[in-house]
């Protein structure tokens, strides 16, 4: 795959499947302008739907628009690399997941699966809403536990920047070479019928 080009490549499906799930990728490039506070919130709304194990739910969404007090807070956390083009994010996110059940204390042993599900179902919803949304590790985990006043028995599990896509032109030079969606493993290098393959 050629790395010195911004130019889309096409992502294929081997077998047909809605072209919604190829075409959500995950842009750098954002305009830096606010966003309407429904807007953000339906994202919110679409993670509400999500599966969990026993309908505990345990995903927990922090966040800051850009306009919002709040705003330095959630940005500080990045790190260097994600401070290049998320600064110009509309909102950050924080996914906390729960890890103990509110009622009964017991460990929920599937908190982390369940909010990763949650997070694709925000992800998927703002690319349906033509927004960027970007899921980032790099940030001080143990920073947004403290300055975010996240409880023990919480894990923090990532961050995303939510932006309006702007052209790659915005983005400094290394940047603008990997603004394009990537490509993926191929089905069977992660499907396996009857158990895991012997020689693999
Ligand atoms: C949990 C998670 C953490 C990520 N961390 C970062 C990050 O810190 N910085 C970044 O630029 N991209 C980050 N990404 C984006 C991934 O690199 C991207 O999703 C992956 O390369 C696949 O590309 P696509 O989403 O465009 O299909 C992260 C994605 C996820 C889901």
């Keep these: 795959m050629p790395e010195e080009t911004s130019a889309p490549l096409p992502r294929l499906a081997e077998y ?6 190829i075409e959500r990728w995950s842009p750098r490039a954002l305009t830096g302008q606010d966003i309407p506070q429904e ?7 679409a993670a509400r739907w999500a599966p969990s194990n026993g309908n505990s739910q345990p995903w927990r969404f922090l966040y800051a628009r850009r306009t919002q007090p709040a705003w330095p807070l959630f940005r ?16 950050l996110i924080v996914v ?4 103990k059940n509110e009622k009964t204390g017991k460990p929920l042993e599937t908190a982390s699966y369940d909010t990763g599900a949650a997070w694709m179902s925000l992800a998927l919803q703002g690319h349906l809403k033509g927004l960027a949304v970007h899921g980032m590790a790099g940030f001080d985990h143990e920073k947004a536990r ?8 919480h894990r923090v599990e990532a961050m995303a920047a939510v932006g309006y896509p702007d052209s790659p032109d915005v983005l400094p030079e290394d940047l603008r070479k990997r603004e394009r969606p990537k ?3 191929r089905l069977d ?9 012997e020689h693999c």
């Design 39 to 45: 807007d953000l919130m339906a994202l919110f709304e």
């Design 96 to 99: 906390v997941s729960a890890q």
């Design 16 to 21: 047909p499947i809605d072209h919604e799930f």
């Design 146 to 153: 403290r300055d975010l006043r996240v409880p023990d028995g």
């Design 189 to 197: 290098q992660f499907v396996f019928q009857g158990g895991w393959p």
């Design 76 to 91: 500080d956390l990045l790190d260097e690399g994600n401070h290049r083009w998320a600064d110009k994010a509309s909102a």
């Design 183 to 185: 490509e993926r493993h």
